[in-house]
């Protein structure tokens, strides 16, 4: 039996009511506000709603409303009513009904043992289109932004499928060898890799993991934390890690040692071209990988990209205890990764400080930064920049860091947390609150907000020759919008995106993080970096 209602995503819209196909609106407004609300799976402000896909020359709010009803004919079936409105939100009401795109991510996330392999390739085929067809240009530069990133999140499922069906043991060797064949051309270094580990294995008779295929995260938490043990002779006690890790990909991690000696530890993690980030307040390789801050950002790049990050001096896996805590020491702490790696040219990301160390690197380096990606960033530091009110503030929340950081009693750590993520949930605050204690020392986190309110680059802008795309949230309670704009227009030819958030660290439940991560790849792709 058919479900009652099905929802296609992938090719071209199509509704379905009991098996009958129904006929969609004309408006391609209107059909592009059914994918929208049935895509996202939450409700939005009327507002919002209205900024994403009509002009203001129209009557927006008439819009919206004549859109709702052509809408409700197609979906609201036998009395039910599927479209959730109030006077200020709008919603879609998905309970029971197929989604052939929301079902496919989701069977991938929660897989725990392998697919039948008809299941796979019914997966291969329906991902094969092209997902939202035909509503490309259907609203402003936002609704293009969110369609790139639902398309990017639909071909990384496509590639994980092809993955599946190319080492499925119950596949004969002719389809095999055409799953391999498309996997190999949708992502070829992973696929070269599983080759090679399949011919050594071959050859001398053993079995050997293949990346994604590694130790479970718990393992590697335990072997890490006894190696950063042993090499400076301190515990390294575990946050509260989130289940969301389980499923994640197996990053790889290393070391090198930056030009004072210092050791910093650095983590690659998906295939694809690089894209290398900046170190920010605060890092850990494995717990923010794992983490419910940033666990979901960092494996949205890692679908499409060679991602690779370190900890910067002073925090992380890398050494805690350094003389230099310094602009300069974190910009040879960016060098000293790029050099191990034996970069070439590649895009780098900044977020938050980690900007005005991208800056500089890309000003000293331009023959290898093919492109920058500004978040959240300053070019001058607080003591540069703030007012004499807003100095004394900062000055008295550094004295209250290095004397709690360390204890039991959040309220020190909350001081940043809220300012951070003023709309993030009490659960993430309060991960972010034991992240933090665990990443640094009371002593460290201090000298790292004296650091960064000495930050001074403004002289630099001018000097950038890479591309350069700026993104800021409107309400940002840690670094004010203006700082971000002054970045943008310093730079030159640089865009800059305004996001709608309050948050300085984006999380993946506001539609602003859905809006970043499309404009990001959107403009890697026009690029072509």
């Known amino acids: 039996m058919h479900p009652e209602l099905e929802i296609s995503l992938l090719g071209e819209l199509r509704i379905l009511v009991n098996g009958q196909e129904m006929v969609l609106p004309a408006s391609r407004k209107a059909r592009a506000l059914l994918a929208f609300l049935v895509s996202t799976g939450r409700p939005h402000r009327r507002e919002r709603l209205c900024e994403l896909l009509w002009d203001m020359p129209d009557d927006p709010k008439a819009a919206l409303r004549w859109s ?56 291969a085929l329906l991902l094969d289109r092209v997902p939202f067809d035909g509503l490309d240009g259907a609203g402003d530069e936002s609704f293009d932004a969110w369609l790139t990133a639902e398309r990017e ?10 993955r599946l069906l190319a080492t499925h043991p119950d596949i004969s060797a002719v389809p095999a060898q055409k799953w391999q064949r498309l996997w190999h051309e949708a992502d070829p270094e992973r696929a070269e890799l599983h080759l090679r580990a399949s011919r050594a294995a071959t050859a001398d008779g ?15 938490s335990a072997s890490l934390a006894a190696t950063r043990q042993a090499s400076s002779g301190r515990q390294i006690a575990r946050p509260r890690i989130s289940a969301r890790s389980r499923g994640l990909r197996a990053q790889r991690i290393g070391f090198c040692k930056a030009r004072d000696g210092t050791n910093i530890a650095y983590a690659s993690v998906g295939s694809g071209p690089p894209l290398l980030k900046a170190a920010n ?109 807003e100095q004394a503030r900062r000055v008295a929340v550094r004295t209250l860091t290095e004397l709690g950081w360390g204890t039991d009693n959040p309220a020190y ?87 709608e958030s309050r948050n300085h660290i984006l999380v993946d439940r506001e539609p602003a993080w859905r809006v970043c991560l499309g404009t990001v790849a959107q403009f890697l792709a026009e690029k072509g970096i």
């Not at 069977?107 to 697919?115: D, E, I, N, P, V």
């Not at 999140?153 to 092809?162: G, H, I, N, Q, T």
């Not at 986190?445 to 650091?451: E, K, L, S, T, W």
């Open 281 to 389: 307040w605060l890092n850990h390789l494995e717990f923010d990988w794992a983490s419910p801050i940033w666990g979901q950002s960092f494996a949205a790049i890692a679908r499409y990209r060679s991602f690779i990050r370190y900890d910067e001096r002073g925090c992380g896996l890398s050494d805690w205890e350094v003389e230099d805590l310094s602009f300069e020491a974190f910009v040879e702490d960016l060098e000293a990764v790029a050099d191990k790696l034996e970069l070439e040219r590649f895009p780098l990301l900044g977020i938050s400080q980690g900007c005005a160390v991208s800056i500089e690197y890309a000003v000293r380096h331009p023959e290898r930064v093919s492109g920058l990606v500004l978040l959240g960033g300053y070019a001058a530091g607080w003591r540069h920049s703030a007012s004499p009110e």
């Open 153 to 162: 999140d639909a071909r990384a499922a496509r590639v994980e499928v092809l």
């Open 206 to 220: 053993t079995v050997r993991k293949v990346e994604g295929r590694g130790r479970p995260a718990a393992d590697l």
């Open 68 to 123: 709702l009803t052509k809408i409700r004919k197609v979906v609201d079936t036998d009395g039910r009513s599927r479209i959730i409105a109030d006077r200020e939100r709008v919603g879609f009401d998905a309970e029971g009904a197929a989604v052939d795109l929301r079902d496919i991510h989701t069977r991938l996330r929660r897989a725990q043992t392998s697919f039948p392999a008809p299941e796979l390739e019914e997966m």
């Open 413 to 499: 750590r909350h001081i940043f947390s809220q300012t951070f993520m003023p709309e993030a949930t009490a659960a993430d605050l309060e991960w972010f609150d034991d992240f933090q204690r665990q990443t640094t020392s009371p002593k460290n986190a201090a000298r790292f907000q004296d650091a960064f309110g000495l930050i001074d680059i403004r002289h630099r802008l001018a000097e950038v020759k890479a591309p350069t795309l700026v993104l800021h949230s409107k309400y940002d309670q840690r670094i004010p919008l203006e700082l971000g704009r002054a970045v943008a227009s310093g730079i030159p030819d640089a865009r800059f995106v305004p996001l």
